[in-house]
């Protein structure tokens, strides 16, 4: 166990914070040891890669991170492959993992940072695929209960950005494994934003999985900041998913507003636009920015501190709510 550690090295919006302790384990036995050598009233948390997290303030607890590894063949037939997935993996080498070996299925979910265990958490999406088009189920222990489930997809609850580990399993479990099935018949998605045009330019006629993984790669990095550079958590807010009536009401005003249909009721806008359209696209308060690329992204211009972050969201949270009357909820988890 580590003592009142920086946690620069473990969290990818580089803020300045420290934490009181910190250890890793590598198994559930470890986990359990930790938990149960830890004192009773001691806050904790479990850390994967630190990508979805702003740390506005020094961490008074234990930060336990996650170092489960494995990457095992279940079942596998003609069609599919089915794989069990350690917690710690970093997913985007679990992608290139798969696609190298020609498996469809989360190839549009390349260079997305973290870990395996946190993807179920936020249901992790990019490009038209979300992580729950592809799991099986996943296997948590659940600290009150001292017990380890195996969850199917359905008791998962997953939604856009959500599932039941961020509602009523919130904090209360450690996610070890996720099963996931894969396609060795090839269904691709390309519809979303620039991949075909990606495809089209690279002049890929029969495309692979590992091809498709590297189209979204180039657009991503063409779009986002590389954590490694820029510190950022990546999209701070969730789109808005709006009332139909209410989308309308915006769209008629701003004919431009980019939009998509969700269900019979309902419509989605993007948080980025509404942001640009607050007038905060690449603008900074102190040393925390919006990405002049995309809106949605805060970034860390420098010596930022997290708190700096969450006044700068809070600032623009209150500007879209003021011009479009819509509340935009925080994506990152606000510690
Ligand atoms: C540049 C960039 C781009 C991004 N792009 C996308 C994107 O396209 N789509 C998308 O969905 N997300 C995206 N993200 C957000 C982020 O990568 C994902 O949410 C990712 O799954 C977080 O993984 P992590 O291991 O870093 O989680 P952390 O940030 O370490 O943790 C996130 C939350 O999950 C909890 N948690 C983590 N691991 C476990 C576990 N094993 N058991 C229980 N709880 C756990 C933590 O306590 C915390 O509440 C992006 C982030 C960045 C920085």
């Given at each position: ?6 946690l ?7 803020a ?8 890793t ?14 004192p009773n ?5 479990i850390?994967g890669?630190?990508s979805?997290?702003?740390f506005?303030?020094d ?5 336990i ?8 063949v ?11 997935i ?12 798969t696609?190298?070996k020609g ?7 390349a260079?997305?940072?973290g870990?395996?265990?946190?993807s ?6 990019a ?8 799991i ?6 659940h600290?009150?209960?001292k ?8 008791e998962?609850?997953?939604?856009y ?15 070890l494994?996720?099963?996931?099935k ?8 390309t ?7 990606e ?19 180039k ?14 958590c990546?999209?701070f ?7 139909k ?11 431009e ?12 806008i ?8 607050a ?11 919006t990405?002049p690329k ?11 501190t997290?708190?700096e972050a969450?006044?700068?969201a ?11 009357g819509?509340?935009?909820e ?6």
């Amino acid at each position: 166990m580590k003592t009142n550690i920086s946690l620069l090295p473990y969290h990818t919006f580089g803020a300045k914070v420290n934490a009181d302790f910190f250890t890793t384990f590598s198994n559930k036995e470890e986990l359990t040891t930790i938990l149960d050598q830890k004192p009773n009233d001691q806050n904790f948390i479990i850390l994967g890669g630190g990508s979805n997290i702003l740390f506005t303030q020094d961490f008074h607890g234990l930060i336990i991170k996650n170092e489960i590894s494995g990457f095992d063949v279940i079942s596998e037939d003609d069609n599919h492959i089915t794989l069990k997935i350690g917690a710690g993996e970093n997913w985007h080498d679990t992608v290139m993992q798969t696609v190298e070996k020609g498996w469809q299925g989360i190839e549009n979910l390349a260079l997305i940072p973290g870990t395996v265990g946190a993807s179920p958490i936020q249901n992790i999406g990019a490009y038209g695929v979300e992580v729950k088009d592809v799991i099986q189920k996943v296997e948590f222990y659940h600290f009150d209960k001292k017990e380890t489930f195996e969850y199917s997809n359905q008791e998962c609850a997953f939604g856009y950005r959500n599932s039941i580990f961020k509602n009523e399993l919130k904090g209360k479990i450690a996610v070890l494994s996720i099963t996931i099935k894969l396609n060795k018949n090839w269904h691709f998605n390309t519809s979303y934003g620039a991949i075909e045009d990606e495809i089209k330019h690279q002049g890929i006629e029969n495309l692979t999985p590992l091809d498709l993984a590297n189209v979204i790669i180039k657009i991503r990095e063409s779009k986002l900041p590389d954590p490694k550079e820029i510190g950022n958590c990546g999209s701070f807010f969730k789109n808005p998913v709006l009332p139909k009536k209410d989308a309308l009401k915006i769209i008629e005003k701003y004919p431009e507003a980019p939009h998509y249909i969700v269900g019979e009721e309902a419509i989605k806008i993007p948080a980025g636009w509404l942001i640009q359209t607050a007038g905060w696209k690449g603008k900074s308060l102190g040393n925390v920015g919006t990405y002049p690329k995309q809106a949605l992204v805060l970034v860390n211009n420098g010596g930022a501190t997290g708190e700096e972050a969450w006044a700068l969201a809070l600032q623009i949270q209150k500007d879209v709510k003021t011009q479009f009357g819509i509340s935009i909820e925080p994506e990152v988890n606000i510690l």
